[in-house]
């Protein structure tokens, strides 16, 4: 079974990929972020969720993604059944499969939010569900949507179009997927170009290159700081995916390839260069820079990505 597209309509639909994404299907998306974001800064108590349940399932560590989804929840005035770890809490302890744990949970709950250390799982658990929408959290080394969805919000909101940005992704493009699903959102826009920056070993996978410059970005490979042109819309920095790789000798050779300095900074970003990153950080960018107005990971990015999740949430349960 495919995923549905879309197409502007997200009633009950499944989140998986941002495959299933059109430009005006992020675009309503966004316009539903502003409207939520003035109600909840001018603390307005939102009481659109009374009644609606979401159960978290989240198979692989996470704080920010997990809670922001319960906030999210909670803020609309929702309840949650939270699982971290289900591996050892859940009855997937005594085998239950992925499957079987949906829909015992879609008896439950309205909609169901998974995290899963395989690419391709949370398609999988999608498929099963007989008749609740399920929302990929981050499968493996495949794809985060709402991370990209946040960033490209944050983007768009800083520079007022996704349209005609130049932008830098640097670390870890094989296996981080906030960066693959990050792409495909790109590719929904015009005349964007991409420096990629990344180790040798890490490049963006052969097949997603392509595609991604199929459907129109200008995507250029880089192996140096000094290749990183001079004032770009943003720069998107990432973790050296640890737990994806099979020999630990490999990753310690390659985790701190780039790292994000003050003094790089100085060198090649400009005054509107937002810095970006979706945490957590592991060393790669020098704390330093926290302070930085540019500097948006630990602050605007953030709060960004609980307005985009209420109202994805709220577009997907039509409660808006
Ligand atoms: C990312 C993830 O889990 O893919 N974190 C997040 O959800 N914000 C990035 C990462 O773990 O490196």
Redesign the pocket.
């Known amino acids: 079974m495919t995923l549905p597209d879309i197409a502007n309509n997200f009633l009950q639909k499944s989140i998986v990929s941002l495959d299933q994404f059109d430009r005006k299907s992020v675009e309503t998306l966004f316009k539903t972020t502003d409207t939520l974001r003035e109600q909840v800064e001018g603390a307005r108590v939102i009481r659109l969720f009374e009644g609606i349940i979401a159960t978290l399932l989240f198979y692989?560590p996470?704080s920010?993604?997990f809670s922001s989804f319960a906030t999210a929840v909670k803020k609309l005035g929702g309840q949650t059944i939270e699982y971290q770890n289900p591996n050892q809490t859940s009855s997937a302890v005594k085998g239950e499969t992925l499957e079987d744990t949906v829909n015992v949970f879609e008896n439950f709950a309205d909609i169901i939010i998974i995290r899963h250390a395989q690419a391709g799982a949370v398609k999988k658990a999608a498929e099963a569900a007989f008749s609740k929408p399920v929302i990929n959290a981050?499968d493996g080394a495949g794809e985060?949507p709402t991370?990209a969805l946040l960033d490209l919000y944050t983007i768009n909101r800083k520079h007022g179009t996704l349209d005609n940005l130049t932008g830098l992704i640097a670390g870890d493009l094989l296996n981080?997927?906030?960066v693959h699903s990050l792409l495909k959102g790109f590719s929904l826009f015009k005349k964007n170009t991409v420096y990629l920056l990344s180790p040798k070993q890490l490049r963006l996978e052969k097949s997603m290159k392509e595609n991604i410059k199929k459907k129109g970005v200008k995507l250029i490979e880089i192996e140096k700081e000094t290749d990183i042109p001079k004032h770009c819309d943003f720069w998107y920095w990432?973790?050296v995916?640890k737990e994806r790789f099979a020999d630990l000798k490999d990753y310690e050779r390659v985790k701190h390839s780039f790292i994000l300095t003050p003094e790089l900074v100085k060198k090649k970003a400009g005054t509107d260069t937002i810095l970006l990153h979706?945490?957590?950080r592991v060393g790669e960018i020098d704390p330093r820079l926290d302070s930085d107005p540019r500097a948006l990971y630990l602050t605007t990015q953030i709060r960004n990505g609980l307005f985009v999740r209420m109202a994805l949430l709220s577009l997907v349960l039509g409660k808006i």
Do not use: F, K
Request: proline share 12%; charged share 25%; no cysteine.
């Open positions: 692989e996470s920010r993604t981050g985060h991370q981080g997927r906030t990432t973790r995916q979706p945490l957590p």
